[in-house]
């Protein structure tokens, strides 16, 4: 079962309309909220005056992938929630008209500009998510030329397969993708660095791999819990090979896990439950998304510790927890086990650190790279960005994109001072 | 309850507001329905010599999702044969006696075709006749409609060809097509009108389509100027309305004055009966929703009018009319000062750039500390709701040097944030015609306009 995206596109009317109701603020606070800044009263703007081209390029100069966050940002946070009409009316939907303008854009097959002329310096980018290829982007408008290494089979990162399709279909990934190669940047898939060696010669490095698989939770049974990351690349790339449980319990509250519960029950899954070892009130998930989820018909267990997983004939019958309390850390009660009977156990609680830093010899803190003010990391000449480097706040696909931008920015300052 | 019932030079009705002649009043089977909904009268729609018209007669201009703020029409008088008009409105008047029915006319330029039509009219037992000297397009190509309101001698022979057959009520239906109205007005009151009507259509051109390059609406591919009316026209309507309200000829010729020009609400009726109207037409609201409209035309003047209390029309008719003034009367000592409502502000920095850019540079950002800080001046490092509602400055305005041109208070997208205060100027009241008196250098030269700016502590920014 292929899992349609939840909102339709806005007519035209619908946009004009709710264009026409932007105060076309002067300094307006929902560009400064939104971290890539894009001129959000100018590209409505231009909306309302039926100027799409315009509107599109708007946003591609502060923003390369404006499809992708355009569904994806958690707009109550960042642009919406800081628009003035906010408080007392609904704030503008500047996140479905950014969609209307992308869409726009993308049936036209239009470039955000045209690439800059060869300056002769090469730049590599290990990671095709949205800080690889807003950075990409970014320095092919600056005449670098730019090689994208890819581990996986498709480019796009957690957008292809990690942000749920009801949010975002692969498709607009992969279109983003297919723009920043006709920009002139060449991406190679199938390749992970770190195990095949980056070959000299490049100017400098941008290092955007992201974060890793999901922890382990360390209790027995674990190899029958699947991996929530692999659960929801599986049902945007395979949805065909995924086999919704009855009963399906998912541990974390963070929105990663919202999300696998969310595919569980447009999956057609009967009983969706979320496993936390702490409270609603401690929960990383976004209000919305947690609102979401709930409307949904998810249900909750909180102050619940995973331990073991019952297996019986072969199959998962049931999760055993250990009561917790707040202390505030959680700690479980000893002698409070109870079972939490399902047929299906789905973990999402976060993704690894980055590896490759060891490898390239980049120093970290609290296992993300180190970087400075600029994104440079402790070796001169490379750059990262990303959730790799997401050390303090939610890690999101626009502040990816934002960390690309400024990176592109750093580096080409660096290469051409050098040059 | 007030009592909303006019007499118009005679002419009864329980309440002031008339279709105007135009669609709506096209036939008797729409006016029934008219009166049905509560119209106090109706021009009938001109009638005239034959005409035909054409299709995509009307064109509107539509801003920022408001659909059809006026509307520009290329339509002619009625093209329905005129036995069938006349058949209808003596029918329509026998049903509703209690309602004006007024017909409005327009016919060559000859005093027979005139005197024709007036007997016809009368025959019909309608309780008074309207002249079209206004219709900007195609009739006057003919030399009718605008090309006799526009000379104020046609105007005035034509309309004493018409008293002097005329036993009902006459009124002269003005263009705004000129540059003083006040000039035909006087002209067809020294010919004997009984009242008087404005306004009538504004020549426009609507659009030009960007795909064809064709004018809007587009006629077979032609198009050209029409009349323009609707909300748009109304501050242009007022401001005619007024000056033959404030002209000592017309205004003290006790001739009543029908107002019209974009009239979509109670308020704008209200507007209309201040500066001088006391009979009120209505047809491109009509026209935009259907006769239901003067529904609330009605209840909301009646209410307003308890509210206020004034018992009749005639307590409100002209009441602003004593307000109407000119520049040279206006008291150069006034002073007033845009003060924001902190509570009130959504602070989306309209005022702010209307006033730095284009206005006098008084409106500062200021900071939670009361710093005053640029725009933009934001690190872009920093993002997020939290951040950029906290960091968001405050426009304040520097009152000392506020010259009080309310263009802030105009932009500001929130009722009552700014108000235009009034503040002590400190200076004794003068106007400009009492300077130019008293200090006549001052009109012609800077440093004459120095030493008296100087010497009445007059800053300018
Ligand atoms: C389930 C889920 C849902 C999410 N939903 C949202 C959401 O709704 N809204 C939102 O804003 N954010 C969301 N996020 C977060 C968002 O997806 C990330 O913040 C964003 O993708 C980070 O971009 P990135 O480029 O830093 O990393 P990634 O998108 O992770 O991309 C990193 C890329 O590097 C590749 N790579 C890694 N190592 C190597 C190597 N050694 N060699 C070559 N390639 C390598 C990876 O294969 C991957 O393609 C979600 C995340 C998850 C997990
Ligand atoms: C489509 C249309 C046709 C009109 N036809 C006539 C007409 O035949 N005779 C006339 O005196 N005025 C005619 N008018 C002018 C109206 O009577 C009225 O003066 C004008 O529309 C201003 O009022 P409003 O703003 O309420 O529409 C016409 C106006 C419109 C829009
Ligand atoms: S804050 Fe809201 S109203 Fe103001 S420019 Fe942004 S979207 Fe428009
Ligand atoms: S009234 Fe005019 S000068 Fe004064 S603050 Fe407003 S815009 Fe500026
Ligand atoms: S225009 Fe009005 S609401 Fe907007 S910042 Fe100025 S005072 Fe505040």
């Not at chain 2, 329509?92 to 004006?100: C, E, G, H, N, T």
């Not at chain 2, 950002?365 to 709701?385: I, M, R």
Request: aromatic letters at 6%.
């Amino acid at each position: 079962m292929k899992i349609a995206e939840e909102l339709p596109p806005l007519s035209s009317h619908e946009a004009v309309v709710e264009a026409n109701r932007c105060l076309f603020c002067y300094d307006a606070p929902c560009a400064q909220a939104c971290p890539t800044h894009i001129d959000i009263p100018r590209f409505i703007k231009k909306i309302s005056t039926a100027n799409l081209t315009g509107s599109a390029r708007t946003i591609f100069d502060s923003n390369l992938l404006g499809a992708t966050c355009a569904r994806v940002c958690p707009v109550q946070e960042l642009c919406e929630g800081a628009c003035v009409l906010g408080a007392e009316h609904k704030p503008i939907a500047i996140g479905r008209l950014q969609r209307y303008a992308m869409d726009y854009a993308a049936a036209k097959a239009m470039l955000p500009f045209r690439p800059g002329p060869a300056r002769g310096s090469r730049v590599a980018v290990i990671g095709a998510g949205p800080a690889g290829l807003s950075c990409a982007g970014e320095l092919a408008r600056r005449g670098h030329a730019v090689t994208v290494f890819e581990k996986r089979a498709l480019g796009g990162g957690l957008s292809t397969y990690g942000i749920i399709a009801l949010r975002e279909p692969v498709e607009v990934a992969l279109a983003e993708v297919r723009m920043i190669e006709r920009l002139g940047v060449e991406v190679k898939t199938g390749v992970e660095v770190g195990r095949e060696i980056l070959t000299a010669g490049f100017d400098a490095i941008f290092v955007s791999t992201g974060l890793g698989a999901t922890p382990l939770l360390g209790i027995p049974g674990e190899e029958w819990i699947a991996d929530g990351l692999d659960y929801i690349s599986r049902s945007k790339l395979h949805p065909d090979e995924l086999e919704p449980g009855r009963n399906v319990l998912v541990i974390g509250a963070g929105n990663t896990a919202i999300d696998c519960a969310t595919i569980a029950k447009r999956l057609g899954s009967e009983r969706v439950t979320m496993v936390y070892r702490r409270t609603e009130k401690e929960m990383t998930a976004y209000e919305h998304e947690y609102s979401f989820v709930k409307n949904e018909g998810v249900g909750f267990e909180f102050l619940a510790q995973p331990v073991r997983v019952i297996v019986a004939a072969g199959e998962v019958t049931a999760l055993e927890c250990l009561r917790t309390e707040l202390t505030p850390h959680p700690v479980p009660v000893p002698g409070s086990e109870f079972l939490l009977p399902a047929d299906q156990i789905i973990k999402a609680v976060g993704q690894e650190r980055p590896s490759l830093a060891s490898v390239l010899g980049l120093s970290t803190e609290r296992g993300l790279i180190a970087v400075d003010k600029n994104l440079e990391t402790n070796i001169p000449g490379v750059f990262a960005g990303g959730d790799c480097i997401r050390i303090k706040g939610a890690a999101s696909t626009v502040m990816a994109v934002q960390d690309g931008k400024l990176a592109a920015a750093a580096i080409h300052e660096k290469v051409t001072a050098h040059g | 309850m007030a009592d909303l019932r006019i007499k118009f030079a005679g002419i009864e009705s329980p309440n002031p507001f008339w279709l105007a002649s135009a669609p709506p009043t096209n036939s008797g089977a729409q006016i029934h329905k008219a009166f049905e909904a509560g119209w106090g009268g109706a021009v009938w729609k001109t009638i005239g010599p034959p005409v035909l018209n054409v299709s995509n007669r009307y064109g509107a201009w539509h801003y920022g999702g408001q659909k059809m703020l006026a509307i520009n029409n290329v339509e002619l008088i009625s093209d329905r044969p005129l036995e069938k008009n006349l058949r209808e409105i003596r029918d329509l008047k026998r049903a509703w006696p209690d309602r004006a029915v007024i017909v409005s006319a327009m016919v060559e330029s000859k005093p027979e075709a005139w005197h024709t039509i007036v007997r016809q009219i009368e025959d019909t037992g309608a309780d008074g006749i309207e002249l079209n000297y206004g219709c900007p397009h195609g009739m006057s190509e003919r030399g009718m409609g605008s090309a006799v309101g526009q000379v104020p001698e046609y105007c005035e022979q034509i309309t004493s060809w018409v008293k002097a057959v005329a036993k009902i009520p006459v009124i002269v239906k003005l263009t705004p097509n000129i540059t003083n109205i006040v000039v035909p007005a006087q002209a067809a009151l020294r010919a004997g009108a009984d009242a008087l009507s404005l306004i009538n259509t504004i020549n426009s051109i609507v659009a030009v389509d960007l795909d064809t390059l064709e004018l809007v609406p587009s006629i077979g591919g032609k198009g050209g100027h029409g009349g323009y009316a609707g909300p748009a026209v109304k501050p242009i309507a007022l401001n005619m309305l007024a000056a033959l309200g404030s002209d000592s000829v017309v205004g003290s010729s006790g001739k009543p004055i029908s107002g019209m020009g974009g009239i979509s609400t109670w308020q704008d009726a209200a507007e209309f009966l201040l500066l001088g109207a006391s009979s009120l037409q209505v047809c491109t609201a009509a026209m935009h929703y259907g006769y239901r409209i003067v529904e609330d035309m009605i209840d909301g003047l009646s209410n307003w009018m308890d509210s206020k209390g004034f018992a009749s029309i005639y307590d409100i008719r002209g009441k602003s009319l004593q307000r109407v003034s000119e520049f040279q009367h206006f008291d150069l000592s006034f002073k007033a000062v845009a003060r924001i409502d902190q509570e009130r502000c959504i602070k989306c920095n309209l005022c702010y750039v209307a006033c730095n850019d284009t206005a006098h540079q008084c409106i500062d950002l200021l900071d939670s500390g009361g710093k005053v800080v640029a725009p933009y001046a934001w690190a872009v490092t920093l993002n997020g709701k939290q951040e950029a509602i906290s960091s968001r400055p405050q426009p304040v305005v520097r009152e000392h040097d506020c010259v009080g041109c309310r263009l802030c208070y105009n932009v500001c997208p929130v009722e009552k944030c700014i108000e235009m205060v009034e503040v002590p100027s400190g200076r004794e009241s003068v106007t400009w015609s009492e300077v130019v008196r008293d200090h006549c250098a001052v009109t012609e030269d800077w440093e004459a306009m120095k030493t008296y700016r100087d010497a009445h502590g007059i800053e300018i920014h």
